[in-house]
């Protein structure tokens, strides 16, 4: 038991060859040695555990070995590698800056660097963490480190190479190690589980390797730790339970779920989450390193980029296959705004809930997504439009609403044979019209929308009411023939077909649109656009609301009464995004807005409670007296 050696130690690399995911700096160094091109000064930067400083003993032990090989290795034979190897070398001297970071700690240092080495060629000097020396101790170490004695040669390394002087950086060689890959960390611990007659499963080696974060020193670490658990037999099982990580399946169940819209199994597999002891940024952000997986496997060039085994790489190209790519963008968004959150927030579990349902409502399609940006609102009207197109279920209410129409025609009263009703029998039409009329029997609505319900139907009673008006005026606004009315007003309604006419035959030629409406109309989407103000703009929006807009049907010129100057300033500065809104919801390209201020003369319109009673008593007289038998009061 007291000869046990932990596997980061007793496996350590003793030459260049068996340093792991290193191979073009090995390769470098090896070269150097072979053509004696050596530097006086080296510094080996990178992350932790990827092999810096053993790198810096191989290198000089292989520099003082006596008969190096032809690959450019040491012997251990000769005696400065028999003397490296048991650890008796004074030619090797290795410094923790950590520990030893102070100026005398350096003069030391320096002193030792004079002496010449007893045997081989040259007297190495290994700065481990080399960036924790003081501003001092830099200074202090500048001139012998640029010009040190022909058998001194310093290897600095650290974790933070950009905590270092310029001035040290000028004067060494940089050699930056990189990250070893999940695929040779699972080599070497398949080299050190044969070695140590220790069975295992791959996924299970895999596991490991993720965990121990591309450093090697990390892996054999969780090695030793995974195979005491497992008692000679690493199962993907027992790595799970021993090291307490949350495994794919974790994350295919759950993104399962979230595609489904299951929001009450996504909440459940969050809580067994939270149960085991995971923060709630462990699970998103695990959860957002797969939703990028699934969106780098979804195309075969990006495939190979997971590092995965085989088989987790299949199963990810198939759940790919069943996630729409503006799904995967917006999960992403939605789980990078949560892991930015999760810091600051109060309630941090429901601020992870809320994700996943919005992650749940993206993939049924109750949320615009907008490919990874910020959602697209879009307001759908409430009242639809009069379209050429219909379908079936329409164009079917549409024939019995033309059974229906056709035998009130034939029984209109008709004043003479050449004034017979024209009844246009277009199926578009009929059908619009009966779409429109379905349409407002389902949204009676309060408000404003009852209002335009109202005018919809006064409009249609009108049309009913006139024998000579066909059901195509409904969506065109034109009369084909003269309604039963006085010479005065037929004159003034023919005018009006005309400027209409004009004005129509005018937007088929400009290709604009000029589809006729009335004051419910106009006032309706008036109140829609003061609605949508921003809270800056909340008195602006009560004003507007106040107003009474006018439309005048022949020129479609809006009349508004304004208040004062001040309100019509206001009104001119949103004049261009109020017309422009009017012109789109209203399907009319000629809307023009006017704003007139109320003459001083005019009469003052009632605005307090008490007013407006006082304006209502005015009109309707019985109202006082009903106040009177009530024993009201006014307030």
């Known amino acids: 038991?007291?000869?046990?050696?932990?596997?980061?130690?007793?496996?350590?690399?003793?030459?260049?060859?068996?340093?792991?995911?290193?191979?073009?700096?090995?390769?470098?160094?090896?070269?150097?040695?072979?053509?004696?091109?050596?530097?006086?000064?080296?510094?080996?930067?990178?992350?932790?555990?990827?092999?810096?400083?053993?790198?810096?003993?191989?290198?000089?032990?292989?520099?003082?070995?006596?008969?190096?090989?032809?690959?450019?290795?040491?012997?251990?034979?000769?005696?400065?590698?028999?003397?490296?190897?048991?650890?008796?070398?004074?030619?090797?001297?290795e410094l923790d800056a950590a520990s030893n970071n102070s100026v005398n700690d350096i003069r030391e240092l320096i002193e030792q660097v004079q002496i010449p080495p007893q045997v081989g060629r040259y007297k190495v000097f290994i700065i481990d963490e080399v960036h924790m020396l003081s501003q001092a101790a830099f200074n202090a170490f500048l001139k012998t480190l640029e010009e040190p004695p022909a058998h001194a040669i310093f290897i600095l390394a650290t974790t933070e190479k950009q905590s270092i002087l310029p001035t040290i950086l000028s004067r060494c060689q940089i050699y930056d190690f990189s990250r070893i890959t999940v695929a040779d960390t699972i080599n070497h611990l398949m080299h050190v589980a044969d070695k140590e007659g220790i069975s295992y499963e791959k996924e299970a080696l895999h596991v490991i390797a993720e965990k121990a974060d591309e450093g090697m020193r990390d892996a054999l670490s969780i090695f030793d730790q995974v195979a005491s658990f497992c008692e000679g037999n690493i199962t993907y099982d027992k790595v799970i339970e021993d090291l307490n990580v949350l495994d794919y399946d974790e994350y295919f169940v759950m993104t399962d779920a979230l595609v489904k819209g299951d929001i009450p199994t996504a909440m459940t597999r969050l809580n067994n989450v939270l149960c085991k002891g995971f923060e709630g940024n462990y699970f998103i952000g695990g959860l957002a390193s797969h939703f990028r997986n699934l969106l780098m496997s979804r195309d075969e060039q990006t495939l190979p980029l997971l590092d995965v085994s085989d088989q987790v790489r299949q199963r990810y190209h198939e759940q790919a296959m069943r996630c729409k790519p503006a799904l995967l963008y917006r999960a992403l968004k939605l789980c990078n705004d949560c892991d930015m959150h999760y810091a600051g927030a109060r309630n941090k579990r429901l601020l992870v809930e809320l994700t996943l349902i919005e992650v749940a409502q993206a993939a049924t399609g109750d949320d615009d997504t907008g490919c990874g940006r910020r959602p697209i609102r879009t307001l759908h009207p409430i009242f639809a439009h009069l379209q050429g197109t219909v379908s079936p279920a329409t164009r079917s209410t549409a024939q019995r609403t033309a059974s229906t129409v056709q035998p009130q025609t034939a029984h209109a009263p008709v004043a003479t044979s050449t004034q017979q009703p024209t009844i246009h029998t277009h199926p578009s039409a009929l059908a619009t019209t009966a779409a429109n009329t379905a349409t407002e029997g389902a949204t009676r609505l309060n408000g404003l929308e009852d209002l335009l319900a109202n005018s919809e139907k006064k409009m249609q009673r009108t049309t009913h009411s006139l024998n000579t008006i066909s059901i195509r005026s409904v969506i065109t606004g034109i009369s084909t023939a003269t309604p039963q009315t006085t010479p005065q007003q037929n004159t003034a309604e023919k005018d009006s077909r005309q400027t209409t006419l004009h004005l129509q035959s005018k937007a088929r030629q400009d290709n604009k649109l000029c589809h006729p409406f009335d004051d419910d109309r106009l006032t309706y989407y008036w109140f829609r656009f003061a609605q949508q103000l921003p809270p800056e703009q909340r008195a602006l929006c009560g004003r507007m609301k106040g107003m009474q807009p006018h439309v005048d049907t022949q020129t479609w010129q809006v009349n508004v009464m304004v208040e004062n100057e001040m309100v019509e300033q206001y009104m001119h500065n949103v004049q261009i995004t109020l017309c422009n809104y009017l012109r789109t919801q209203l399907r009319n390209d000629y809307i023009k807005l006017i704003f007139e201020i109320v003459p001083d003369n005019a009469p003052k319109r009632p605005f307090s409670r008490l007013e407006k009673f006082k304006d209502m008593m005015k009109r309707h007289p019985d109202l006082d007296l009903l106040r009177k038998e009530l024993d009201l009061e006014l307030a």
Not at 8 to 35: C, E, H, M, W
Not at 46 to 52: A, I, L, T
Not at 59 to 66: D, E, H, P, V
Request: with cysteine; aromatic share 8%.
């Open 1 to 93: 038991m007291n000869n046990y050696i932990v596997s980061a130690r007793k496996y350590r690399p003793t030459n260049f060859d068996s340093v792991v995911g290193q191979k073009a700096l090995t390769t470098t160094l090896k070269n150097a040695i072979a053509q004696g091109k050596l530097a006086h000064a080296y510094l080996f930067c990178g992350p932790r555990g990827v092999g810096k400083t053993t790198c810096a003993r191989i290198f000089a032990k292989t520099i003082n070995c006596l008969s190096p090989t032809a690959e450019g290795e040491a012997c251990n034979e000769c005696e400065s590698c028999k003397a490296f190897n048991e650890q008796r070398s004074y030619n090797i001297h």
